[in-house]
């Protein structure tokens, strides 16, 4: 199969690149390394000739929620009108588990690029996935104030990036199915927790301080609305685990 993969040299992207080739697909990568604009649609006439399935995973960092929805719902409208020229069979994108019950702020775009993908007129997969991993040593990262980091009391259960990207991969070769089955990690986790122990395993003597706010989205991470609800499907690596794999 050929697959394009957009956002292919980003954290989730490049497993999704790694992945489909060891499985003997045909992949290439959509970004701007590989001269591909996503947001002004530069480059995708002719980097999808011949692609069977595109599965996007393209992304933004901003909490704002018009940035955001511009990002996403042009991303979406600029590949699929491209896939439909080219006769693409399939579009798979990555969404986030509960997005619906938090649309505000980032988790706006996302939705508005479900609604985007539903309407588009190629055949689509929608995968809702929890948290990465990844996502602990980010707001290590941007959240902390010296000896300190802020981390929202959240209501967690982190999935493996690299089995996102079987689950995205597997998708693309069963054909169209809608929204697929939701996917979250084995174990459920306060993110302070997995901060904390990110920084500790890294040797940061940090003070993780939890907060929350009014509104929509931070009860919904508070009360479990972002976690998998009964028959989601369930990956198999441990934060604990990735954690002792982690360089």
Known sequence: ???????????????????AQ????????LSRAEGVDLVSGAGLAEALKGVDAVIDVANIQT????????????????LLRAEKVAGVGHHVALSIVGVDRAPV???????????????????????RATQFH???PQMLERSSLGPLVLV???ASQPVAAHEVAAALIDAAEAGPQGRA??????????????????ARKHGQKKRVIEFTAPGRLWRAMRNGS??????AAVGRQTFGEWLETDP
């Open 181 to 198: 089955a939701d996917l979250g990690g084995p174990e459920r986790k306060q993110m302070a927790h997995l901060v904390r122990a990110y």
């Open 22 to 29: 060891a499985r003997g697909h045909r992949v290439v990568s």
């Open 134 to 136: 990844e996502f602990a």
């Open 63 to 78: 909490l704002n929620g018009k940035k955001s929805v511009d990002f996403f719902t042009a991303v979406s409208g600029n």
């Open 152 to 154: 929202p009391r959240m």
């Open 226 to 231: 972002l976690i998998p609800a009964a028959g």
């Open 1 to 19: 199969m050929n697959i394009a993969v957009a956002g292919g040299t980003g954290t989730l992207g490049r497993h999704v690149v790694t992945i």
């Open 105 to 127: 702020g980032y988790y706006a775009g996302k939705l508005a690029q479900e609604d985007v993908v539903r309407n588009g007129g190629v055949p689509w997969t929608i995968l």
